[in-house]
């Protein structure tokens, strides 16, 4: 009503008149309702709207009110965090040599800013994801501060969730709608993510830096990962084309790969790496674990690329063609970029799902990662009594990346406008 | 070749043209081709040639082999028996020989099938830069010039999801030029075409056949045929069955199955 425009002035003759009354359309007249009102509204239309769903709404409040207090009783009152904080490094790191602290550090701080840098190309921070940020930097923050880590670690996060921003600032500035300058941004920031995970290596070993040997703890885990999914895509699409492929011999030997690969667990694949494979590649067990676990991810990636390779028209092959485009020239920028485009949701499904697996590793390798050193923590006379703590902690670790990769790839698919289909 | 059904050749094609062909070579020969698809006959000893600068245009009810012919031509389609030679080029398992047809052959398509994840202007410079080796600032300039041509140059930077179906045939056909080819196919360019989307389209092709282009064009425009065709030719049941002048066509067919065919559509 504050914005009514100015009345003229009545004509000389006219009566005086009442002042108009405006009439709001209903969404204004909404919106201009105190908001204890819309708030009761909101209440009864979404919680009390009948008997049955006010049962429903008190039985699912009494169940997360009692999940909710019983972990704040777990964990301010009841759970013994020291053994937490004494274990810091081996959870974190494991072996390696506590002196070369600045290279962990270093890797995170030339990681963050790749990913802040996702953030800003396919998405925006919205409430909820820096609600998260702060949260799961509360977390960290207080892991650094606490105990023996000195003041170093909390510095170098703190430059680091610093960088994370900078490179999200850096590419909200890349223009959202498909063209020429946007495409340019989108194949640096893959290349340099693609150059990350060796540079990170770099970082860790060159100049009297850990051995292979030494990687542990969670660091482990961010390292296995990256590599089993990379490795694993990498693979995958010739595997997909090559069973797709018309002669026989190859697209029957990459069905068998793939049958064989996808018809027993991760689990059984490991004990591979561990007994067989020693035998065939003389490398350290890491090494062989990497490979493996591309290995068993291509199998299940290549079958999602099939499905978007048969997810295009057959005219697409033939206009290529017909353009006069070589068989590979097609494959190469016609059927490939379409067809992984298609992909993309169920890859990150899996790339998720290999994250979690890592945590089978120590189950059966003498590779200690994060679940592993968790009970070399607990095996500790001091800490036995410890474990619920440690394996929690470990699974908040495990679900921050988690959460992480599904928001951007998320993200990433709403994200896909117009032409990128 | 059946007594029964051989195919019967009307006077000399020149009914638009008043003898412009006179004297052009054979640009495309096809001898006895015959295609299976499993046990299904989808030609059936065709032969038929045509002259450089002609503008053919094939007829026949659905399943009559018309599609499947010209997809021959440029080898979508993997003849399995008789002779295909474009421009003096055998078409056969060699593939030099195939990838030179291919670059005198431009297509176009019902479904048009352009690139989805492409720009109108990539769409159209794919061909010259993969294939031709043309510099991109060269392609881009000629890109832009057939987008003038085919009558939508401010679509250049769209994509093609964005467009109208007469739109993005219009870039499928100026696609095709790009790689200035000698020969055009069109299979059924209009079909997958709302009605006032058509006439687009079909002017599109006028000016082409205007320009000299050797054009062989599957379509039910009869209009656009008449007009337009040197010769129309006739299919059914993957045979050639009759083919002459629009006029011949349209005045005094001459086969019972051309008869009933065009009194079906007419």
Same mark, same amino acid.
């Given at each position: 009503?504050?914005?009514?425009?100015?009345?003229?002035p009545?004509a000389?003759?006219?009566?005086p008149q009442?002042?108009?009354?405006?009439?709001?359309p209903?969404?204004r007249e909404?919106a201009h309702?105190?908001?204890?009102v819309r708030a009761?509204?909101?209440?009864?239309?979404?919680?009390?709207?009948s008997?049955?769903?006010?049962?429903l709404?008190f039985a699912?409040?009494?169940?997360?009110?009692?999940?909710i207090a019983g972990?704040?009783?777990?964990?301010?009152f009841?759970?013994?965090w020291?053994?937490i904080?004494?274990?810091r490094w081996?959870?974190?790191?494991?072996?390696?040599?506590?002196?070369?602290?600045?290279?962990?550090?270093?890797?995170?701080?030339?990681?963050?800013p790749?990913?802040?840098?996702?953030?800003?190309m396919?998405?925006?921070?919205?409430?909820?994801d820096?609600?998260?940020?702060?949260?799961a930097g509360?977390?960290?923050?207080?892991?650094?501060a606490?105990?023996?880590?000195?003041p170093s670690s909390?510095?170098?996060?703190a430059?680091s969730l610093a960088l994370f921003?900078?490179g999200?600032?850096?590419?909200?500035?890349?223009?959202?709608?498909t063209g020429?300058?946007?495409?340019?941004?989108?194949?640096?920031?893959?290349?340099?993510?693609?150059l990350?995970?060796?540079?990170?290596?770099?970082?860790?070993?060159?100049?009297?830096g850990?051995?292979?040997?030494?990687?542990?703890?969670?660091?482990?885990?961010?390292?296995?990962?990256p590599?089993?999914i990379?490795?694993?895509?990498?693979?995958?699409?010739?595997?997909?084309?090559?069973?797709?492929?018309?002669?026989?011999?190859?697209?029957?030997t990459?069905?068998?790969?793939?049958e064989v690969?996808?018809?027993?667990p991760?689990?059984?694949?490991?004990?591979?790496?561990?007994f067989i494979?020693e035998?065939v590649?003389?490398?350290?067990?890491?090494?062989?674990?990497?490979i493996?676990l591309?290995?068993?991810?291509?199998?299940?990636v290549?079958?999602?690329?099939?499905?978007g390779l048969?997810?295009?028209?057959?005219?697409q092959?033939?206009?290529?063609?017909?353009?006069?485009?070589?068989?590979?020239?097609?494959?190469?920028?016609?059927?490939?970029?379409?067809?992984?485009?298609?992909?993309?949701?169920?890859?990150?499904?899996?790339?998720?799902?290999?994250?979690?697996?890592?945590?089978?590793?120590?189950?059966?390798?003498?590779?200690?990662?994060?679940?592993?050193?968790?009970?070399?923590?607990?095996?500790?006379?001091?800490?036995?009594?410890?474990?619920?703590?440690?394996y929690a902690?470990a699974?908040?670790?495990?679900?921050i990346?988690?959460?992480m990769?599904?928001r951007?790839?998320?993200?990433?698919?709403?994200a896909?406008?117009?032409?990128?289909? | 070749?059946t007594?029964e059904?051989?195919?019967t050749?009307a006077?000399?094609p020149?009914?638009?043209?008043?003898?412009r062909l006179?004297?052009?070579?054979?640009?495309?020969?096809?001898e006895?081709?015959?295609?299976w698809?499993?046990?299904?006959?989808?030609?059936?000893d065709?032969?038929?040639?045509?002259k450089?600068?002609?503008?053919?245009?094939?007829l026949?009810p659905?399943?009559?082999?018309?599609?499947?012919f010209i997809?021959c031509?440029?080898r979508?389609?993997?003849?399995?028996?008789?002779?295909i030679?474009? %421009?003096?080029?055998?078409l056969?398992? %060699?593939?030099?020989?195939?990838?030179?047809?291919?670059?005198e052959?431009?297509?176009?398509?019902?479904q048009?099938?352009l690139?989805?994840?492409?720009?109108?202007?990539?769409?159209?410079?794919?061909?010259?830069?993969?294939?031709?080796r043309m510099?991109?600032?060269?392609?881009e300039?000629?890109?832009?010039?057939l987008?003038?041509?085919?009558?939508?140059?401010e679509?250049?930077?769209k994509?093609?999801t964005q467009?109208?179906g007469?739109?993005q045939?219009?870039?499928?056909?100026?696609?095709?030029?790009?790689?200035?080819?000698?020969?055009?196919?069109?299979?059924e360019p209009?079909?997958?075409? %709302?009605?006032e989307?058509?006439?687009?389209?079909?002017?599109?092709?006028r000016?082409?056949?205007?320009?000299?282009?050797?054009?062989?064009?599957?379509?039910?425009?009869?209009?656009?045929?008449?007009?337009v065709?040197?010769?129309?030719?006739?299919?059914?049941?993957?045979?050639?069955?009759?083919?002459?002048?629009?006029q011949?066509?349209?005045e005094s067919p001459?086969?019972e199955?051309?008869?009933?065919?065009?009194s079906?559509?007419?």
């Open positions: 009503m504050a914005e009514q425009p100015p009345i003229p009545p000389a003759a006219a009566p009442p002042p108009r009354k405006v009439v709001l209903p969404h909404r309702r105190p908001w204890r009761e509204e909101w209440v009864r239309r979404n919680l009390f709207a008997p049955g769903q006010t049962l709404t699912s409040l009494a169940l997360v009110g009692l999940v972990a704040v009783w777990f964990v301010f009841q759970a013994n020291r053994v904080t004494v274990n081996l959870l974190f790191a494991g072996g390696f040599p506590l002196d070369e602290k600045w290279r962990l550090w270093l890797s995170v701080a030339l990681v963050f790749l990913i802040g840098a996702a953030y800003g396919w998405a925006s921070l919205g409430r909820r820096l609600l998260f940020i702060a949260l509360a977390f960290v923050f207080f892991l650094t606490h105990g023996d880590a000195g909390s510095v170098w996060f430059a921003f900078l999200y600032r850096v590419c909200r500035f890349v223009p959202r709608e020429r300058p946007r495409t340019l941004a989108v194949r640096t920031l893959a290349a340099l993510l693609a990350a995970l060796p540079l990170v290596l770099i970082v860790l070993m060159v100049g009297g850990a051995q292979a040997s030494q990687f542990g703890g969670f660091m482990l885990n961010l390292i296995l990962a590599v089993g990379v490795g694993g895509l990498l693979l995958a699409v010739p595997l997909a084309l090559g069973r797709a492929s018309s002669l026989r011999a190859i697209s029957w990459c069905t068998a790969y793939i690969i996808r018809g027993a991760l689990i059984g694949w490991l004990f591979v790496a561990l494979l035998d590649i003389s490398s350290p067990l890491i090494v062989r674990t990497m493996v591309a290995v068993f991810t291509a199998a299940y290549a079958e999602y690329i099939r499905g048969q997810s295009l028209p057959r005219g092959g033939e206009a290529g063609h017909a353009v006069g485009l070589s068989h590979l020239q097609t494959l190469q920028v016609i059927v490939l970029p379409q067809a992984l485009r298609v992909s993309i949701p169920p890859i990150v499904g899996q790339a998720i799902g290999l994250w979690k697996d890592t945590a089978l590793i120590s189950i059966i390798l003498p590779l200690r990662e994060l679940v592993g050193n968790s009970r070399a923590a607990i095996a500790q006379a001091e800490f036995i009594p410890d474990r619920i703590e440690v902690f699974a908040v670790l495990f679900w990346v988690a959460f990769m599904s951007i790839s998320q993200r990433m698919e709403r896909q406008g117009v032409g990128e289909r | 070749m007594t059904t051989e195919a050749t006077e000399q020149s009914a638009n043209g008043a003898d006179a004297g052009q070579p054979d640009i495309i020969m096809t006895g081709v015959d295609k698809f499993g046990d299904f006959q989808a030609l059936d065709v032969t038929l040639s045509v450089e600068h002609e503008i053919v245009v094939i026949g659905s399943g009559s082999g018309k599609s499947t997809r031509l440029n979508l389609e993997e003849h399995d028996a008789g002779r030679v474009i %421009d003096g080029i055998e056969n398992e %060699d593939v030099r020989n195939l990838r030179a047809i291919r670059e052959v431009g297509m176009v398509f019902q048009f099938n690139f989805p994840h492409l720009s109108v202007l990539n769409n159209i410079t794919l061909g010259p830069q993969k294939v031709r510099p991109k600032l060269d392609a300039q000629l890109a832009m010039e987008l003038e041509r085919v009558g939508i140059p679509q250049a930077d994509y093609p467009l109208s007469g739109q045939q219009r870039v499928a056909i100026a696609r095709a030029l790009a790689m200035r080819p000698k020969i055009m196919l069109f299979d209009t079909s997958a075409l %709302d009605p989307m058509i006439k687009e389209v079909l002017d599109v092709m000016e082409l056949a205007e320009s000299g282009m050797t054009m062989l064009v599957v379509t039910h425009e009869m209009g656009f045929a008449r007009e065709a040197d010769r129309l030719v006739f299919f059914d049941e993957g045979q050639l069955i009759e083919q002459g002048t629009p011949h066509f349209f001459r086969e199955r051309t008869k009933l065919f065009l079906q559509i007419l």
